[in-house]
């Protein structure tokens, strides 16, 4: 139920903060290092690699900090307030490359700034995704608040991704960084102020480490929501990453026209929302999830054989559709995941939960490095210095052949999660 009209405002707002930042370091780290710097496919798969252990290593670390914080501000608040500001200088520090720094010292300071910002987004989004299943209770309130909340993150995305190479064309990488981050930072930190989390007591139990870990490894459910999520991530982070390339070296277009098909994807995902939504209220959670990966699979074929600007720009929509109906579904079925847990043991560990299907989330970043190093090594693609003989068919490879295959794998095993009406309290099998 949710308790006033501010309320779904001032937490989904928040997503437009969290999007901005990391969205732009998804999208343009690698075109940006790459392409323009001349950094190497498998020294930038490597930093993909390390990146991803790392990831995997600090996202339970943070989910169990934030469930055991106890303060008179809650245990969520007080992480968001600090990250906020340092998610928007190391965003800024990876995009601001000094000049002189060649070799093994670009690829170390580009490790070290685009870890550092990862992490601090993984603080953010550990505490952030905690609330939602703790300030929304119920199937209806949280349809409702999280179509809000998606609706902010595409619009976060059409300005951090369609419109940052026309942004950057006019003011450069490094102050469309501090702009950005300035941004996310100011809107991070007024849904912190705003949204009203639970109280929690000094007294009340706090989740015991061992026993939190072992109950998740023991939920099957956990186990095949979290990997479908996790190749569904690696698909489109590579879409992200790799249209760019598929601009330039596949359509021979001008870099800004990635906007054209950022946007195409962006402006019918934001229209898709809503339908997407109205299907879940109408056939259920589970089922429309599962439509929305299929369909999602089968929306790269059309991008496969697009060789003009009008063509990839249409079959762009298709992916950008399914895209919405991805994101509409699935902090839901996490939500559901969170749910079962505490009706069976009676704690509130939304933190650890959130943030070990983080963990699966960013294990995408094993499938994207393999993805590069591929590449790499099957079409001579190395750099934007050295981009080899193919460097059409490398891009077009990247962009629709992974991702599409990722996707079927996720269909894959979203069928074989269900989530059937359970009474309170009742003994939850998994």
């Given at each position: 139920?949710?308790?006033?009209?501010?309320?779904?405002?001032?937490?989904?707002?928040?997503?437009?903060?969290?999007?901005?930042?990391?969205?732009?370091?998804k999208t343009y780290a690698t075109i940006?290092?790459?392409?323009?710097?001349?950094?190497?496919?498998?020294?930038?798969?490597?930093?993909?690699?390390?990146?991803?252990?790392?990831?995997?290593?600090?996202?339970?670390?943070?989910?169990?900090?934030?469930?055991?914080?106890?303060?008179?501000?809650?245990?969520?608040?007080?992480?968001?307030?600090?990250?906020?500001?340092?998610?928007?200088?190391?965003?800024?520090?990876?995009?601001?490359?000094?000049?002189?720094?060649?070799?093994?010292?670009?690829?170390?300071?580009?490790?070290?700034?685009?870890?550092?910002?990862?992490?601090?987004?993984?603080?953010?989004?550990?505490?952030?995704?905690?609330?939602?299943?703790?300030?929304?209770?119920?199937?209806?309130?949280?349809?409702?608040?999280?179509?809000?909340?998606?609706?902010?993150?595409?619009?976060?995305?059409?300005?951090s991704i369609a419109l940052t190479p026309?942004?950057?064309?006019?003011?450069?990488?490094?102050?469309?960084?501090?702009?950005?981050?300035?941004?996310?930072?100011?809107?991070?930190?007024?849904?912190?102020?705003?949204?009203?989390?639970?109280?929690?007591?000094?007294?009340?139990?706090?989740?015991?480490?061992?026993?939190?870990?072992?109950?998740?490894?023991?939920?099957?459910?956990?186990?095949?929501?979290?990997?479908?999520?996790?190749?569904?991530?690696?698909?489109?982070?590579?879409?992200?990453?790799?249209?760019?390339?598929?601009?330039?070296?596949?359509?021979?277009?001008?870099?800004?026209?990635?906007?054209?098909?950022?946007?195409?994807?962006?402006?019918?995902?934001?229209?898709?929302?809503?339908?997407?939504?109205r299907l879940v209220k109408r056939f259920?959670?589970?089922?429309?999830?599962?439509?929305?990966?299929?369909?999602?699979?089968?929306?790269?074929?059309?991008?496969?054989?697009?060789?003009?600007?009008?063509?990839?720009?249409?079959?762009?929509?298709?992916?950008?559709?399914?895209?919405?109906?991805?994101?509409?579904?699935?902090?839901?079925?996490?939500?559901?995941?969170?749910?079962?847990?505490?009706?069976?043991?009676?704690?509130?560990?939304?933190?650890?939960?959130?943030?070990?299907?983080?963990?699966?989330?960013?294990?995408?970043?094993?499938?994207?490095?393999?993805?590069?190093?591929?590449?790499?090594?099957?079409?001579?693609?190395?750099?934007?210095?050295?981009?080899?003989?193919?460097?059409?068919?490398?891009?077009?490879?990247?962009?629709?052949?992974?991702?599409?295959?990722?996707?079927?794998?996720?269909?894959?095993?979203?069928?074989?999660?269900?989530?059937?009406?359970?009474?309170?309290?009742?003994?939850?099998?998994?």
């Amino acid at each position: 139920m949710i308790k006033n009209r501010f309320e779904s405002f001032n937490y989904a707002v928040g997503m437009f903060g969290t999007s901005i930042p990391i969205n732009m370091l998804k999208t343009y780290a690698t075109i940006y290092y790459v392409d323009r710097l001349g950094l190497s496919f498998r020294d930038w798969s490597a930093i993909l690699l390390i990146y991803t252990f790392i990831d995997a290593i600090d996202n339970p670390i943070y989910g169990i900090l934030s469930d055991r914080t106890r303060t008179r501000w809650g245990r969520r608040r007080p992480w968001l307030v600090i990250a906020a500001p340092l998610l928007g200088l190391s965003l800024v520090a990876f995009f601001a490359f000094p000049d002189g720094i060649q070799g093994g010292g670009m690829f170390l300071y580009a490790l070290i700034f685009y870890i550092l910002t990862g992490t601090i987004d993984s603080v953010i989004n550990a505490n952030y995704g905690a609330l939602f299943p703790e300030l929304f209770q119920g199937d209806a309130a949280r349809a409702v608040t999280n179509a809000m909340r998606q609706a902010f993150q595409l619009v976060a995305m059409i300005i951090s991704i369609a419109l940052t190479p026309l942004v950057t064309g006019k003011i450069g990488f490094t102050n469309t960084a501090a702009l950005y981050g300035a941004a996310g930072a100011a809107v991070i930190l007024y849904t912190a102020l705003t949204a009203r989390e639970n109280a929690v007591r000094e007294d009340d139990e706090k989740p015991q480490v061992l026993k939190s870990l072992g109950d998740l490894f023991r939920n099957r459910k956990f186990w095949l929501a979290g990997i479908a999520n996790a190749f569904y991530s690696a698909a489109m982070a590579l879409v992200l990453a790799a249209l760019p390339f598929f601009v330039k070296y596949t359509l021979k277009l001008d870099d800004s026209q990635s906007t054209v098909l950022f946007a195409s994807v962006l402006i019918v995902a934001i229209a898709g929302v809503a339908i997407w939504a109205r299907l879940v209220k109408r056939f259920g959670l589970v089922p429309v999830w599962r439509g929305a990966l299929g369909f999602l699979s089968a929306a790269y074929l059309p991008l496969f054989f697009a060789d003009t600007l009008r063509t990839a720009a249409a079959a762009s929509a298709l992916v950008g559709f399914g895209f919405a109906g991805v994101i509409t579904t699935m902090d839901l079925i996490g939500a559901k995941v969170m749910d079962e847990d505490q009706a069976r043991y009676r704690v509130r560990r939304e933190g650890i939960i959130s943030n070990a299907l983080g963990f699966m989330n960013r294990l995408s970043g094993l499938f994207t490095s393999a993805a590069f190093l591929i590449v790499f090594h099957l079409f001579g693609f190395e750099s934007g210095l050295n981009p080899g003989a193919r460097p059409d068919e490398a891009s077009r490879f990247l962009l629709t052949a992974f991702p599409a295959l990722l996707m079927a794998i996720s269909f894959a095993f979203s069928l074989t999660v269900d989530f059937p009406s359970v009474r309170s309290g009742a003994s939850m099998e998994e």
